[in-house]
């Protein structure tokens, strides 16, 4: 296009190791090039228009500007399209398209039959790209000097490449999203602010400070709305002594959780926060979280902490030193001839045929995390009945590594349970345990050991199916020199007394029968 010859696209990206599999770029509706398109091109009114009523996660729209672009380090020619999935809003407003390995890039490209370039390797994902991008790590092929780096290391010689090149430079871009913090509920942190009669909105006077809920918060022996408290709804504006009306929203919890931990430094003092103790205890060594609370919660957290700090209240820079984010319980959805979701409890087995109560026909669905809403949700009441809690919690951190998802299934359950009852038997056989040998083995003792090391380390780590797995090789090694009566009877009393110390805090309710 000789009329834009020379204009240049500013790209933002995450991911400059896939540069090489760049085949197309994408640009706002708001961008400054669509704003100069617009006026020769009344098609592109229309596009936006269209734009403007679409769903971009389930449609991905594209308007060929026929415009091309030279790739800045192949020379490479190729096509510009204004998009309805990128947002001026974050980054330049506009991407390069790397559809090999980005699912919303690669939708694109087949809709508008554009090429993929495969540029990272990764032997467990699919080696054809055709519907499904490969978003791992892996090692990066088609993409010259790239070529044989993971990922990472790609990462950080492309951007030394761009930078010394002149063609870029690194930037850390933070988002953080609008926090919608009120609710229409009556715990909860009163909002300070008065809706007064003549229309105008105006903050509580800080001398009234704080607003403390109303004692009687029940009618007929239910909680019940702050709109409901007639009586403490009531105020008068502090300025003009116009008659006003409370707000009757409450932050919701993350407000409050977003700062509790810098009074639990001293939960006693009339004050609000105690500077000393804060510096002392301060920052939590380690955090854990599900990655939804995690999210929100470290966000909030970490806004609170650095404005308290701004605020001259605290002399501290971060809140917690450490993050552990754990993975989410899942489990099978079901769903019956009237596509209404059914629990798992509620399911019955013919032959090979699923059936809810009623008798309806069931089809299975995909694994999900357990939500409410879809009822694939197990009662650990029945779990407990059934099994125990020891059972339920030696499932949890058997499975799978702790960051991880945990597919919960019935067959996995059982086999806990036979597990700990394998412990048990062995417990109780050591009782009237008998051996003619003189000694033990050395080798065998120092076995256990190294496993209990390895069972500490692994949990100091978060390894907790590692600590599992050695476990289970400790109870091997145990189950092995009992048969063979080729353990003494008193160190068989130690090995026993250190695996129920080791493992107590895993199933903890029958280790303290076994001690």
Known sequence: NEEHKGFKIKIYTT?????????????????????????????????IKECELSNSEKDKLGFNTKIKAEHPIT???????????????????????????????????NKYNLDVIKVVENEKE???????????????????????????????????????????????????????????????????????????????????LPIL??????????????????????????????????ETDTFDTFFESSWYFLRFCNPKLNTSLDVDEIKYWMPVDQYIGGVEHA????????????????????????????????????????????????????????KDLLYDKNNNPVSAGNIEKMSKSKKNVIDPGEI???????????????DSPPERDLEWTETGVVASYKFINKIWDLFEKSTTYKTDQKETDQSSLKKFDKIINEISSNIEGFHFNKSVAKIYEYMNLLSSLVSKKSILKDDLSIVIEKLTIVINSFIPHIIEESW
Request: hydrophobic share 40%; aromatic share 10%.
């Open 384 to 398: 407990i009945n059934l099994y125990g809690a020891d059972t339920a919690r030696w499932f949890v951190l058997s």
């Open 295 to 350: 999210i929100l919660h470290l966000l909030y957290s970490r806004f609170f902490t650095k404005a308290l700090r701004d605020l001259d209240y605290i002399n501290l820079n971060e809140p917690f030193k450490g993050l552990f984010t754990q993975g989410m319980v899942t489990h099978k959805t079901f769903k019956n001839t009237k596509n209404e979701w059914v629990e798992p409890g509620d399911i019955i087995r013919k």
């Open 15 to 47: 991911r400059p190791d896939t540069i090489f599999g760049a085949t197309f770029i994408a640009i706002s509706c708001q961008h400054p090039l669509v704003k100069d398109l617009i006026k020769t091109n009344g098609n592109i009114k229309n596009f």
């Open 126 to 208: 699919n080696t054809q790209i055709i519907n499904v991008a490969t978003t791992g790590d892996g090692t990066l092929i088609n993409s010259d000097f790239l070529n044989g780096l993971n990922v990472e290391d790609a990462k950080k010689k492309i951007v030394d490449f761009i930078e010394s090149s002149g063609l870029g430079s690194k930037k850390i871009n933070y988002k953080l999203r609008d926090w919608g913090v009120s609710r229409q509920r009556y715990w909860g942190c009163p909002i300070p602010i008065l809706y007064r009669e003549d229309g105008e909105i105006v903050p509580v006077s800080k001398k009234d």
């Open 75 to 109: 020379k490479r020619v190729i096509p510009v399209y204004i998009a309805n999935f990128v947002l001026m809003d974050y980054g330049l407003g506009a991407i390069f398209g790397c559809p090999a390995h980005d699912q919303r890039d690669l939708d694109f490209a």
């Open 213 to 246: 809920l109303p004692k009687n918060n029940t009618i007929n022996g239910n909680l019940t709305s702050l709109k409901d408290a007639e009586d403490w709804k009531l105020a008068t504006c502090p300025e003009t002594g116009m008659k006003a009306m409370r």
